[in-house]
């Protein structure tokens, strides 16, 4: 059976294009409205890297893992599910179930707009559905934007580095950066 998403990759693309292929792919399954019994754990994990494991064998078909990232949510006690319709099963998540790989921008100040390429070949706009934030973990300030579902994705270092730049150079008090309209403090 072929993918039905394949990645969407912000590389190289305007954010009117990238919002195109994000629309054109539609929204997940509706996960957030389907509450079977929790019937068990899934033997599955994701590690702090965004590796996914099967009884510690990582999985190496990443349409697999696309597919597995469809069907994932955050219960409100902050543990992570795999959910059908029929079957609710445990996974442990190591940090957070995505990360962002790439990014993408256009305009400057208060008129910037943030695109971000997710390790699922997911795609997002930062703004007002996708807020970005740092949280504090054992690991130390951990970058990352909402996602869905109660699902987060941290950004990857050298995409937090470049915020951290913008931010410097535009010395708003505290740092940090805009877009879609909203200022996302980084401090």
């Known amino acids: 059976m072929p993918e039905r998403h394949t990645p969407i990759d912000a590389q190289g693309r305007s954010l009117a294009e990238l919002a195109a292929a994000i629309d054109a792919r539609g929204g997940p399954p509706p996960v957030n409205r389907w509450n079977p019994e929790h019937c ?69 100040g208060e008129q910037r707009r943030i695109g971000l390429t997710l390790d699922s070949g997911d795609a997002l706009l930062v703004g007002g559905d996708h807020p970005l934030h740092l949280s504090e973990t054992d690991y130390g300030p951990s970058p990352r934007v909402a996602v869905r579902f109660g699902l987060e994705a941290e950004l990857a270092r050298p995409l937090y580095y470049e915020l951290a730049e913008i931010a410097l150079a535009e010395a708003r008090d505290p740092p940090g950066v805009w877009s879609d309209g909203i200022f996302f403090p980084l401090s």
């Open 40 to 108: 068990g754990d899934s033997d599955m994990r994701i590690a702090r890297d965004g590796t996914w494991y099967y009884r510690g064998s990582p999985i190496t078909r990443p349409a697999m893992v696309r597919l597995f990232s469809t069907v994932l949510r955050r219960e409100p006690d902050g543990s992570h599910v795999l959910v059908t319709p029929v079957e609710k099963l445990a996974i442990e998540v190591e940090s957070t179930a995505f990360r962002a790989i790439q990014m993408t921008m256009e305009g400057e």
